[in-house]
């Protein structure tokens, strides 16, 4: 017997939305509901393999529901903002996977499914209707049945019977006694599950029970019958779908149908179930889909073919008064091979070179090429254009794949967003920089890190012996189940967090048993130190290039959200400073030649700096401007002293301040009780009242855009403001005041990237940028152009982004990364 599966669209965003917690793609656009939307669908695909599939949405509006009760669904709370964001995104997955999409006006899903469950089982079709609402219960008979999208149980006559007592045709009758919360049927006030069912199982029905009325034999419940009558019909009106009148004909069915594969509405259509037939996907528009959405693993699984890969080239500066005119679309496989033709066009500054990518672009045409067309690598000129920095920055994707279009819908977003400076000044000079970096890479001492790699096995193996010996045995440190056993049962530990498969050992679990018992720490050294070894002592030396002995990672100029560098293959921004074990990581990135130094220049305090110049508190501009110690001015105020501790204090309070941390948060990171957190934070608050105005400022501000910005304009989406969950509207607040910091120091550095490279550059110096890590750039250069490099560099950085306090630029050089001694040469 074939299968007709019909998919409840509302209910399973629902569930899918609140199955997965938070998650957005690096431009803030929410995609929680449709990864889980889209996990549902291809589990129900691949594991059922039906022959039909439909899915059907509540159409905007009234129903007759509404029109007969005020105040049905009254108490559902409005859809989330974030859900509400990922619809149209949900329909446009569902269409591209040639799924038809149904709506009817005046009608909910389960309406709709209800015709389309009855006239597929009439036709000899084994139906599913996928949901887990309650009321589509009722429809369940020898070929209807209902799937549940997230337990995938399958619910027949049988289980149905089991679970509520009462066949399936009875459940309008069920909730016309009890009512649903969620969509506010009233049901009869004091008649519960137990009653009601009971109730039902011997009148049959509740015109029965309320013909029959004087034979309940509860006198209470009796009254309440009574009392409820009206709300007991009513109700079961409600929860009745309609009878077998709603559509027609199904050859000739007029619903509100999504065309395939576009997604766009087109007013009514002829439907028919030959639609439903479950078809192949549109897997070039699937896989431009999970771009757009940033779903790696799921784009790697469709067998789309690729797009060509094209390099746009056009005037990038016309005659006053004159259209730019058509670019010239260059197949850039084709363009590698053979450069000499478009020669002119890329090295000109006269010619905007465009499209996706464009650092990789840069690295592969300055490579000089083998082979039969082996020629000189070609040093491409600016302008650029990028579309994905260009996406990033507008956080939109182009609905055209075409490249002239694309090109002109980014200028026209960047103009309107106010972004085009921030991209034509900041962004696209950078392209070539990093590029720069990545071909210089950094040199690496791979004899060091294979006996750091020993000494490392070495502790590891003594904590080891250690742990083992506090625990009463050994066992296997890296299995968080054995673990949990060892903690929770052994040690009687108590429980701080429960999760799917057990009790969890975690970093934030292991914090909290800390003082509890003296193997936590030693558990933590261990996990620390293990990490440490295999993603970098073990792992870098197998990255380095063998041309040139040198490692070589990747920059991505818009991998954070804020605007912040990020680095992969390898990731070395998360190198830690602070421990003794990150250091010694460090003292691996060295000067490859004898006469060569490392030169660090690292911005100090820099957002503390821009903190006080957004929020022109008084007292933290002028600790500032007069070159006081900003930790030991917080100390003062939270201790009337300073002493190093309470410095260490005060510097930990300022800093959390920026990153929204709260009384809890930072009575976990002193190690202190929430009270004596929150007076600290209280006292800050107190000193530093217009850092307390600028971020209720800042976070009411992004209640109502959505959004927030930083000093050139970078702007990023903050979903969750309006949320009903607490951690993720707390989460949301805390984003919506860090970001305008963290970001507009992101862009402060960028901006001093690109003048420096520009002054190396004029100036013929042989030195060279090799990595930029959060807050610090790091150079190699000739030690005799020591005295040239450190004011050049350092006048750079601090006069990057005036600000209304200074801005201070630490420097510090020698062998390595780690041993460093400050340096004012010049300064």
């Not at 909730?175 to 969509?183: E, H, K, Y």
Request: net charge negative.
């Amino acid at each position: 017997m074939e299968k007709l599966f019909l998919i409840d669209g509302n209910a399973v965003a629902y569930r899918a939305f609140f199955a997965i917690k938070s998650l957005a793609t690096s431009y803030g656009q929410p995609t929680n509901a449709v990864l889980g939307f889209l996990n549902i669908l291809n589990r129900i695909i691949r594991e059922t393999a039906p022959d039909y599939l439909a899915c059907a949405f509540d159409s905007p509006g009234e129903t007759f529901r509404h029109r007969a009760f005020a105040e049905y669904k009254v108490n559902r709370p409005g859809m989330p903002e974030e859900l509400a964001s990922q619809l149209s995104l949900i329909k446009e997955v569902i269409s591209a996977h040639q799924i038809p999409i149904l709506e009817q006006p005046g009608l909910e899903a389960d309406d709709i499914l209800k015709d389309l469950a009855v006239m597929g089982s009439e036709k000899g079709l084994e139906v599913y209707i996928v949901t887990a609402d309650k009321d589509l219960l009722q429809l369940v008979s020898d070929r209807i049945k209902v799937f549940h999208p997230q337990t995938y149980e399958i619910m027949d006559r049988e289980k149905v019977q089991e679970r509520f007592g009462l066949p399936p045709e009875k459940i309008p009758d069920l909730m016309a006694l009890t009512g649903d919360s969620i969509d506010n049927i009233p049901g009869v006030k004091g008649i519960g599950d137990k009653t009601a069912i009971s109730l039902i199982q011997r009148f049959g029905s509740i015109e029965n029970l309320y013909h029959c009325l004087e034979e309940v034999s509860s006198e209470v419940v009796r009254q309440k019958l009574v009392e409820g009558k009206e709300s007991a019909f009513l109700s079961k009106r409600l929860a009745t779908l309609l009878p077998l009148i709603t559509l027609g004909d199904p050859e000739r069915v007029a619903l509100r149908i999504y065309p395939l594969p576009t997604g766009e509405r087109q007013g009514e259509g002829e439907l028919n179930f030959d639609s439903f037939r479950l078809q192949d996907p549109d897997k070039p528009k699937l896989a431009e889909i999970y771009r757009r959405l940033e779903f790696r693993k799921l784009l790697k699984g469709v067998d789309a073919e690729p797009a060509t890969d094209f390099l746009l080239l056009l005037p990038s500066s016309p005659p006053r008064g004159e259209d730019k005119g058509e670019g010239e679309v260059v197949d850039f496989s084709a363009l590698l091979q053979n450069p000499e033709p478009y020669l002119s066009s890329l090295t000109s500054p006269d010619v905007l070179k465009a499209g996706a990518n464009l650092k990789d672009k840069l690295h592969q045409l300055s490579s000089p090429r083998g082979g039969e067309d082996e020629g000189e690598g070609v040093n491409v000129s600016p302008p650029f254009f990028d579309f994905n920095i260009a996406a990033a920055l507008c956080e939109k994707q182009a609905p055209s794949a075409e490249p002239e279009a694309t090109l002109h819908f980014y200028q026209n977003e960047l103009e309107t967003q106010n972004l085009t400076k921030l991209f034509e000044e900041v962004e696209m000079p950078l392209l070539p920089v990093l590029a720069k970096m990545e071909e210089a890479g950094v040199y690496l001492d791979i004899p060091y890190l294979q006996d750091l790699g020993q000494h490392f096995d070495e502790v590891l193996k003594n904590l080891e012996s250690e742990i083992f010996h506090l625990s009463g045995q050994p066992f296997n440190l890296n299995s968080p189940a054995q673990l949990s056993i060892i903690l929770f049962e052994n040690l009687k530990l108590p429980v701080v967090k429960k999760t799917k498969t057990g009790f969890s050992t975690d970093s934030s679990v292991l914090d909290t048993l800390m003082p509890l018992h003296p193997v936590i720490p030693l558990i933590l050294n261990y996990r620390q130190i293990a990490k440490l070894n295999s993603t970098y002592v073990r792992a870098l030396p197998e990255l380095v290039s063998p041309e040139d002995n040198r490692l070589h990672t990747t920059f991505n100029p818009v991998g954070a959200a804020t605007g912040r560098l990020s680095s992969e293959k390898p990731n070395l921004q998360n190198i830690p400073l602070a421990t003794p074990e990150g250091g010694s990581i460090r003292r691996a990135f060295c000067r490859q030649n004898p006469g060569d130094i490392l030169c660090s220049f690292d911005y100090s305090q820099i957002e503390l700096r821009i903190l006080a110049h957004l929020s022109g508190d008084n007292l933290l501009v002028n600790a500032f401007q007069e070159d006081r110690d900003i930790h030991t001015e917080t100390a003062r105020i939270l201790f009337n002293s300073s002493s190093p501790e309470q410095r260490r204090i005060a510097k930990t309070v300022n800093f959390g301040i920026i990153y929204g941390m709260s009384a809890f948060g930072l009575a976990k990171e002193l190690r202190i009780s929430p009270e004596e957190a929150q007076n600290f934070i209280t006292a800050y608050f107190e000193k530093y009242a217009g850092v307390k105005d600028f971020i209720d400022r800042t976070i009411e501000s992004a209640r109502e855009k959505g959004c927030v910005a930083t000093l050139l304009g970078r702007r990023r989406s903050i979903p969750g403001m309006n949320s009903r969950r607490a951690n993720e509207r707390l989460l949301a607040e805390r984003l919506a005041v860090n970001t305008p910091i963290q970001g507009s120091a992101a862009d402060i550095i960028k901006i001093a990237m690109v003048k420096i490279d520009r002054d190396l550059t004029s100036q013929k110096l042989r030195g060279r940028m090799i990595l930029q890590i959060h807050d610090e750039l790091l150079f190699e250069i000739p030690e005799t152009e020591k005295e040239v490099w450190i004011p050049l560099v350092k006048d750079a950085m601090e006069k990057a982004l005036p600000l209304s306090v200074p801005v201070k630029v630490s420097v510090k050089s020698g062998r390595n990364w780690q041993d460093m001694e400050g340096c004012n040469v010049g300064a």
